[in-house]
């Protein structure tokens, strides 16, 4: 079971939840990814992209042709959106999603391509009663980070995947993918990633319940799935495999931890690529968001 503190579900590239340690298997025979029950649990609900995610190709992509690679390099305006499930005292079991917007380059990696992502903006929504609100700082404190970006033709369809890669937040980790995140707020690996005075990174939270800030340190590590689409479009799921421990509060209430399962419909956690003629910066990708994601 994954936790995290009180209505909240930080997305910087990616949602991320408290000290759990959900991971994936590779099956090297049948060049498959399925996804696997968070470490301490026995319940399949627990898998990090639910019970009926579908397994995902680790072989194709590696080697682009050059016809096919030119189709996806360039620049991109990125959405993603995680959705979960918290069931918080009180409250009881309530929907929570993040939406976050940023900027993205692929390009030729040798014979392969990569994908450099920068986050801008995080929205949240959870519990009507608590508001959780992430400053602009935090995502934008995040160093851009370098994915292998596979991609192949299936027949009419161009399939691609984003593979994982763990990227630390408000820590410094030796190891990214395997050290331990701090157990509480004295650990001197944590550092004050948004320059706002406080340990980690910053999430305000405000409401009828309880307003305060809450201070956490990330492993923040995904995996996108999908296809291109018309219009230079890249689009499919995305698959949250991240870790959050909260390092520090303002308010004691704030330090509760709430039991939060991913959304079992795993077609509302979704990426959208835009391509864009040239490279956006933060400012111009947020005003031009609305025209970029349009409502559904």
């Keep these: 079971m994954r936790s995290i503190s009180l209505g909240l579900m930080v997305l910087l590239g990616a ?11 590779t099956t090297p025979d049948s060049g498959t990814v399925t996804p696997q029950p968070d470490a301490g649990t026995t319940s399949d609900a627990d898998a990090d992209a639910g019970p009926s995610a579908p397994p995902v190709d680790t072989s194709s992509g590696r080697n682009v042709p050059d016809a096919l690679a030119a189709r996806v390099i360039g620049f991109y305006a990125i959405r993603s959106v995680v959705a979960s499930i918290q069931d918080a005292p009180v409250i009881g079991k309530t929907p929570s999603v993040a939406t976050a917007t940023g900027v993205g380059e692929i390009k030729r990696a040798g014979t392969g ?58 820590v410094k980790l030796v190891d990214v993918e395997n050290d331990p995140l ?36 990330q492993r923040q590590r995904s995996l996108y799935t999908g296809e291109l689409s ?14 959050q421990a909260t390092v520090g509060a303002t308010s004691d209430l704030l330090k509760q931890n709430v039991p939060t399962t991913p959304d079992p419909d795993v077609s509302k956690s979704t990426v959208t690529f835009v391509k864009l003629t040239m490279a956006y910066d933060c400012a111009r990708v947020m005003s031009e968001a609305a025209t970029l994601f349009p409502a559904k």
């Excluded at 005075?197 to 956490?216: A, E, Q, R």
Aim: net charge negative; with cysteine.
């Design 15 to 25: 949602a991320c939840s408290a000290t759990s340690d959900g991971t994936t298997a």
């Design 113 to 170: 391509l990569t994908i450099t992502e920068s986050g801008c903006h995080v929205d949240l929504s959870a519990s009507s009663v608590v508001k959780p609100t992430v400053p602009d700082a935090l995502p934008r404190s995040v160093p851009a980070v370098t994915y292998p970006f596979r991609l192949w033709e299936v027949g009419q369809s161009v399939k691609f995947v984003r593979d994982p890669v763990a990227a630390a937040i408000g």
């Design 182 to 217: 701090p157990a509480n707020g004295s650990d001197p690996r944590i550092w004050d990633q948004d320059l706002d005075g406080n340990p980690g990174v910053t999430v305000k939270m405000s409401g009828s319940l309880v307003t305060g800030d809450i201070f956490v340190v």
């Design 230 to 243: 018309t219009g230079d479009k890249l689009g499919g799921l995305l698959r949250d495999m991240s870790q």
